[in-house]
């Protein structure tokens, strides 16, 4: 009797072993492929959400857009209505192309599934993707661009917008990463996101981290972020609570700051000019050998500045610094700084 017991408790075990087997794989996936001429489309617009967007030029004469809806349950019923409630719809108007992910009204689930694009398509269409709790990537486009993603990541290898484009990109509770871009208008905020080869940058950023390899010229409006840039041309930012570090400034520095720090490890001798104001955050400026004009005022902190190289006016009035003349022979550029309860150290 305890042998038929043992026999039938082995019994349950495989079955419910098996059963349980099935259940991790159960999945099924309805497909979209739909494709049109390329010489017919000037742009392309992708609407979505729970899922990836991926982008690159295969080669073909077609751009060709395929979706995969995948759903993941032990309740095969259970998948065939989330796969009922989720389609994806195509239309083209005149030369753009528009696919959209649409969901069931009162769309609910705890069913593990995804909504995942490919698209093949020449980079030289304009693109325009909106994609939330996903991912999306972008291999190269040399058109205008608009990029809107929110709780998800954003790449791109190759951004490069005509003379007369922009490539914009929104980018929210995510991480970032652009390797080359010419001209970017960026919106990001609850991020990390970092750019390697940059032209032109005009940066709006709110609790972030903003690395840059190397840019020619950035337009920054900040709040509680932090910046980490590499080499740069010219920097023009208002900031609060943010703190601002530069390995190297080749030409223009404005800066507006208020309760961060500044810092430029190396400004180049052919620097054509500094301007910073600035309360609670120190600012630290490696000018090194380079000659330049010098008009500094510090309340109630310090200014360290090449003395023996200085030749100008000093005047110290109780809580009050000031500075101005010329370092070294003072042909150079120019620096201006204004601080408030923030040391200034131009060695």
């Known amino acids: 009797m305890k042998q038929k017991v043992k026999f039938f408790a082995c019994l349950f075990f495989l079955v419910v072993w098996a059963s349980g087997m099935e259940a991790v794989a159960a ?29 690159a030029y295969k080669g073909g004469s077609n751009v060709t857009v395929d979706v995969i809806i995948t759903v993941e349950s032990s309740n095969e019923r259970k998948i065939d209505d989330l796969l009922e409630q989720i389609s994806v719809s195509f ?39 909106t994609n939330k709790y996903g991912n999306a990537f972008v291999n190269e486009l040399n058109a205008s661009g608009s990029f809107d993603i929110s709780y998800g990541n954003f790449d791109a290898n190759q951004l490069k917008a005509p003379a007369d484009g922009l490539v914009e990109l929104e980018l929210a509770y995510g991480k970032g990463g652009v390797e080359s871009a010419n001209n970017l208008l960026v919106e990001v905020q609850y991020s990390t996101i970092n750019f390697g080869n940059l032209g032109e940058l005009d940066l709006d950023s709110k609790y972030s981290i903003i690395n840059i390899d190397k840019a020619g010229s950035v337009i920054a409006d900040s709040k509680y972020d932090t910046f980490n840039f590499g080499l740069v041309g010219a920097l023009s930012s208002t900031t609060k609570y943010t703190r601002i570090k530069v390995r190297e400034l080749s030409q223009k520095l404005i800066v507006d700051a208020g309760y961060g ?22 600012i630290s400026l490696g000018l090194g050998n380079a000659n330049y004009l010098l008009d500094a005022s510090c309340d109630y902190c310090g200014i360290s500045y090449p003395e023996s190289n200085f030749s100008g006016n000093r ?14 022979s003072g042909t150079g550029g120019t620096v201006f700084v204004k601080s ?8």
């Open 261 to 282: 720090g500044i810092k430029v490890d190396k400004v180049d001798e052919n620097f054509e000019s500094v301007q910073i104001t600035n309360s609670y955050g120190q």
């Open 91 to 129: 239309s083209k108007t005149g030369n753009t192309v528009t696919a959209e992910t649409h969901f069931s009204r009162g769309f609910s689930t705890r069913l593990q599934f995804s909504v995942d694009y490919k698209v093949n398509i020449p980079p030289d269409k304009n693109l325009n993707i």
């Open 340 to 347: 408030r309860y923030g040391q200034i150290n131009l060695d």
């Open 27 to 55: 999945k099924k996936a309805k497909e979209y492929h739909e494709s049109w001429p390329s010489n017919s489309v000037t742009t392309l617009e992708i609407s979505n959400k729970f899922g990836d967007v991926n982008v």
């Open 315 to 328: 005047i110290s009035e109780r809580q009050m610094r000031k500075v101005n003349g010329k370092v070294g």
